[in-house]
Nanobody
Framework: VQLQASGGGLVQAGGSLRLSCAGS????????AGWYRQAPGKQRELVAS???????HYLDSVKGRFTISRDNAKNTVYLQMNNLKTEDTAVYYC?????????????????WGQGTQVTVSS
């Protein structure tokens, strides 16, 4: 099972990006999922999360600008980022609790995707 993050890039302040986190492998479902970010010299922080039922939570500094969503049929979680600011510059990581099939059994494991760089220029 892998989580593949994509969609990062260079954008001017005020611009938009959409990040995707696609799961692959023997996935039954993606349960709780979140997007984290880590800027140089700073700790990784949780930016947004979405529960199995669709409830979302956001870091205060991104509320009203970022939207997390999911497509269960595609095992994909998205982060729509609008009105980007220079302080949003960071490497963004997706993380999820994923229900997987392991032989005759099922279990829930936690996975991280690789980071995707988001750079916002002034």
């Amino acid at each position: 099972v892998q989580l593949q993050a994509s969609g990062g890039g260079l954008v001017q302040a005020g611009g938009s990006l959409r990040l995707s986190c696609a799961g692959s492998g023997n996935i039954l479902s993606i349960n709780v999922a979140g997007w984290y970010r880590q800027a140089p010299g700073k700790q990784r922080e949780l930016v947004a999360s979405i529960l199995t039922g669709g409830t979302t939570h956001y870091l205060d500094s991104v509320k009203g600008r970022f939207t997390i969503s999911r497509d269960n049929a595609k095992n994909t979680v998205y982060l729509q980022m609008n009105n980007l600011k220079t302080e949003d510059t960071a490497v963004y990581y997706c993380n999820a609790d994923v229900a997987v099939v392991l032989g005759p059994s099922r279990r829930v494991n936690n996975y991280w995707g690789q980071g995707t760089q988001v750079t916002v220029s002034s």
